[in-house]
Nanobody, 115 residues
């Protein structure tokens, strides 16, 4: 069994910052890719950022320059530092981990950007 648990969501004002964390636990051999996707109401799930075990990061166009993804391989943990948040960033943020070829998802954490 593999568990993916996110934390760190909440309500923030426009221009503010938040940091999300995600821990993967269970029967894990190697997590090649970890990352974050998000889904706003009535919209498809979209890429926020991913990072490989070697540290290569990939970002969605809408968050480039504002969000930073990082990971701690020893702790099977991935982080997402979000700065200059805008109302358009409001969504449920899902943690993603690919173990060998199998994808695993967390339950999601709500991020709301509003004044």
């Amino acid at each position: 069994q593999v568990q993916v648990v996110e934390s760190g969501g909440g309500l923030v004002q426009p221009g503010g910052s938040l940091r999300l964390s995600c821990v993967v636990s269970g029967n894990i051999f190697s997590i090649y890719v970890m990352g974050w996707y998000r889904q706003a109401p009535e919209n498809p799930r979209e890429l926020v950022a991913t990072i490989t075990s070697g540290g290569s990061a990939n970002y969605g166009d809408s968050v480039k320059g504002r969000f930073t993804i990082s990971r701690d391989n020893a702790k099977n943990t991935v982080y997402l530092a979000m700065n200059s948040l805008q109302p358009g960033d409001t969504a449920v943020y899902y943690c993603y981990a690919r173990i060998v070829t199998t994808p695993y998802w967390g339950q999601g954490t709500q991020v709301t950007v509003s004044s």
